[in-house]
């Protein structure tokens, strides 16, 4: 299968600073990338859809003003947590896409678990 | 609205058991039927997966039933071991619009 990696995969801040999460697709292109996050215990919530070179989506009750993604390249997109609360505590995860021969599923990377205090 | 509904929440099997989950939705549009299995701290992964034009699909222990009339499809994991205990994931999209519609997952546990 088609691999994505996430960096980094746990981050600790404090309260008010910015977080910037990586995901890459590394054998295969993806025009699509979406972002996740997920609480214990529960299911993956969408936050935001990313095509390349073009404005992200973002789902209804996600704020895009604190919730920045930047999908620059068909392996690159970027999620960054701006002014990071405690409540944003959450394991994030991105899965990609694919192009040629990868059209019909999406493949989810490893996850990043953000720690706000 | 949860367009997809999982059931049952969590599941404990013995070794060499049958787990069996199940999936229901509502969207006929939907045309891709993926199976995720993740494990703590870890990202989804892509287990197996079917399309409405196939009543059943099998990937070595992994069976993927599917009604399409019923709108229901579900997963079984023949002579379950104690590898498999993870949280199982269902999900539903329309592959021209990539989005996934996640069930609320099903935490199985396989006892030695």
């Known amino acids: 299968g088609a691999v994505v990696s996430q960096h980094p995969s746990r981050v600790i801040c404090k309260s008010g600073t910015s977080v910037k999460i990586e995901c890459r697709s590394l054998d295969f292109q993806a025009t699509t990338m979406f972002w996740y996050r997920q609480f214990p215990k529960q299911s993956l919530m969408l936050m935001a859809t990313?095509?390349?070179?073009?404005?992200?989506?973002?789902e209804q009750g996600v704020e895009k003003d604190k919730f920045l993604i930047n999908h620059a390249s068909l392996t690159l997109s970027t999620l960054t947590v701006t002014s990071a609360h405690p409540e944003d505590s959450s394991f994030y995860i991105c899965?990609?896409?694919?192009?040629?021969?990868?059209?019909?599923?999406?493949?989810f990377g490893p996850g990043t678990r953000l720690t706000v205090l | 609205q949860q367009q997809v509904k999982q059931s049952p929440q969590s599941l404990i099997v013995q070794k060499g058991g049958i787990s069996i989950i199940n999936c229901a939705y509502e969207n006929t549009a939907f045309d891709y039927f993926p199976w995720y299995q993740q494990f703590p701290g870890k990202g989804p992964a892509l287990l197996i997966a079917?399309?409405?034009?196939?009543s059943e699909k099998k990937e070595g222990r992994f069976t993927i039933s599917f009604n399409k009339s019923a709108k229901q499809f579900s997963l079984h994991i023949m002579d379950s071991q104690p590898g498999d205990s993870a949280t199982y994931f269902c999900a539903a999209s329309i592959i021209s619009w990539g989005k996934l519609q996640f069930g609320a997952g099903t935490q199985v546990v396989v006892t030695p």
């Open positions: 899965s990609a896409w694919g192009t040629s021969g990868i059209t019909d599923t999406q493949y």
């Open positions: 990313s095509n390349e070179g073009s404005k992200a989506t973002y």
């Open positions: 079917i399309r409405p034009d196939v």
